[in-house]
């Protein structure tokens, strides 16, 4: 089955201690990237990736590291979470074709920061 | 800045009827648009994308697209009770996308 697969769905944590979300794709395409949803504010961008080892800053990258070592992958890194780093998670992947590319997203990540 | 506008809504229509969800953005070198659909709790699934002026019908869904007025929107015909959910507008300018913070519709039966 096709899917995208996030790891934690949900954590609680406390600000400063660094976390990893984890992000795994099977479909083997080029771009993935990762998104934080507020209310009020939609779907923002934070990192997104061409292929591997080739990482780019969306709207919001402060606070956040990605890397990109293997195709399928892509974590998300939070070294010091901060409470406005609270927020709900997503990653995506996309065949990319230039002009159009159908995101598929992973079920979400809950992150609360204390 | 780039931009994506969306009226939040709550937009309520009947069983039956046509929903019409609208959309504005900001960016002239926008290349193509989406219409995702999130039911709450759930993430995001694509409905639709539009790349060229005009219109594009799948199934109960059309999308259409102006370009020249930074406008797309999504017609819903025969809505519903399903349909209930949260549309978000998106567009691809460069690598990346853009979203706004959708629009919440309730079908009601």
């Known amino acids: 089955e096709a899917q995208v697969t996030q790891n934690p769905r949900y954590l609680i944590t406390v600000t400063g201690k660094k976390l990893t979300v984890t992000c795994s794709q099977n479909?083997?395409?080029?771009?993935m990237s990762w998104y934080r949803q507020d209310p009020g504010l939609g779907l923002r961008q934070i990192y997104y990736s061409m292929n591997v080892e080739v990482t780019d800053k969306g709207d919001v990258p402060e606070g956040y590291k990605v890397s990109r070592k293997e195709k399928r992958n892509f974590p998300l890194i939070l070294e010091s979470p901060s409470p406005n780093q609270t927020s709900l998670y997503f990653c995506?992947?996309?065949?990319?074709?230039?002009?159009?590319?159908?995101?598929?997203f992973g079920e979400g990540s809950r992150l609360t920061v204390l | 800045q780039k931009e994506v506008e969306q009226n939040s809504g709550p937009l309520s229509v009947p069983e039956g009827a046509i929903a019409s969800l609208n959309c504005t953005y900001s960016d002239r070198g926008s290349q193509s648009f989406f219409w995702y659909r999130q039911y709450s709790g759930k993430s995001p699934e694509l409905i639709m994308f539009i790349y060229s002026n005009g219109d594009k019908e799948d199934g109960r869904f059309t999308a259409q697209l102006n370009k020249a007025s930074q406008y797309v929107s999504l017609l819903i015909r025969d809505s519903q009770p399903s349909d209930s959910a949260t549309y978000l507008c998106a567009y691809l300018a460069g690598n990346q996308f853009y979203f706004g913070t959708g629009t919440s519709l309730t079908v009601i039966p």
């Open positions: 995506a992947s996309t065949y990319w074709t230039g002009t159009t590319g159908e995101l598929f």
């Open positions: 479909m083997n395409h080029e771009y």
